[in-house]
């Protein structure tokens, strides 16, 4: 394979028969050129061993086409997720995707990472904000560099998206009220994770909004053997017959924790989660969960920054929110008193 770094456009022109603006609209990802036609193009390429050069093409075109996508974790299930809705929505439209880490200490803000990944050849950047960052309400873009924000609440200065942390929350309340149960206990998250406060927010209002009396919240981290601390406490309050967990690591750990301390589930208790996180990871999985559409809310943050790339105005100070989906399964039944 002849990896001549001197191999032009022209070149790949004449080896697939083409013209060099097809070349081109084929290296621009443009949805305008034949499946048959792009083949023998990427063909041609690959023969020749051409590269497009993304910097002749940024000046003369004025962008990179990539995207910038800031994340605080790369292991965190709901951010992998929504970096791969980015991912797919990028490639259906021609666009390469950058990704970073949010930095540490003094650097973890909105204006450390978006300059960090600003010096980088992008024509916008996307931030999944899952923690708490200082600057949130003074963060201004760079000029000619819009930022999407993925995240709880609506920002002054940028568009955002993020699942419905809080309505989630009081969807499970009353689905399991509606199973019979006097009240709901709640296994959260982490308090630094926005949405982990949401989650719990949501929860404690919709019981209130009921005229429950709200139970002591039990504080997990996100990872299964927390879940199982808590289940294990729940285990042990005999008013307990209901649990909302935060995540399905968590509702997982809880179910053993019950199991141990001598509750049946659902027999005894029943339990939700949310995410639908251990699909094919846990066998014959029978865990009730929200699952939270991240692929949708990935693909909403491209469309807002692709379109604020060309031009398109895209409002802010209002919060794209995104629904769940209530899956039922086999850990919830209804409450005979």
Not at 15 to 37: C, F, I, L
Request: hydrophobic fraction near 40%; charged fraction near 25%; proline fraction near 4%.
């Amino acid at each position: 394979m002849n990896r001549n770094l001197t191999v032009s456009m022209q070149d790949v022109a004449r080896e697939a028969g083409v013209s060099p603006q097809t070349v081109s609209r084929v290296t621009n990802g443009s949805k305008s050129v034949r499946d048959e036609t792009r083949v023998r193009v990427e063909e041609a390429m690959d023969k020749l061993g051409y590269r497009p050069n993304y910097a002749a093409r940024a000046l003369k075109y004025g962008r990179f086409n990539d995207i910038g996508v800031v994340v605080f974790s790369l292991y965190d299930y709901g951010d992998s997720r929504i970096l791969d809705g980015i991912v797919a929505a990028a490639v259906d439209e021609g666009y390469a995707v950058t990704v970073r880490t949010m930095g540490v200490g003094k650097e973890r803000s909105l204006q450390a990472a978006v300059e960090r990944m600003a010096q980088l050849p992008v024509d916008g950047i996307i931030v999944v904000l899952q923690q708490d960052v200082p600057d949130f309400d003074s963060f201004v873009p760079p000029k000619e560099m819009p930022v999407v924000l993925v995240c709880e609440g609506a920002s002054t200065n940028c568009p955002t998206v993020d699942a419905d942390q809080y309505g989630c929350s009081t969807s499970i309340v009353d689905y399991l009220l509606e199973q019979g149960h006097s009240t709901v206990h709640h296994i959260a998250g982490p308090m630094q994770s926005r949405a982990a406060r949401s989650r719990l927010q949501g929860w404690s209002d919709q019981l209130d909004r009921h005229g429950i009396a709200v139970p002591q919240a039990l504080i997990g981290d996100w990872g299964a053997d927390s879940g199982y601390r808590a289940g294990f406490e729940l285990a042990h309050d005999p008013e307990c017959t209901a649990v909302y967990a935060a995540n399905d690591q968590m509702a997982y750990g809880a179910i053993l924790g019950l199991k141990d301390g001598g509750r049946r589930v659902p027999e005894d208790v029943s339990i939700v989660g949310v995410d639908d996180s251990l699909r094919g990871i846990v066998p014959q999985l029978d865990l009730t969960t929200m699952r939270m559409r991240f692929d949708t809310i990935g693909h909403e943050a491209f469309t807002m920054i692709r379109k604020q790339c060309e031009g398109e105005n895209v409002p802010v100070n209002v919060k794209t929110v995104i629904p769940g989906e209530l899956i039922e399964r086999g850990s919830v039944v209804r409450y005979a008193r």
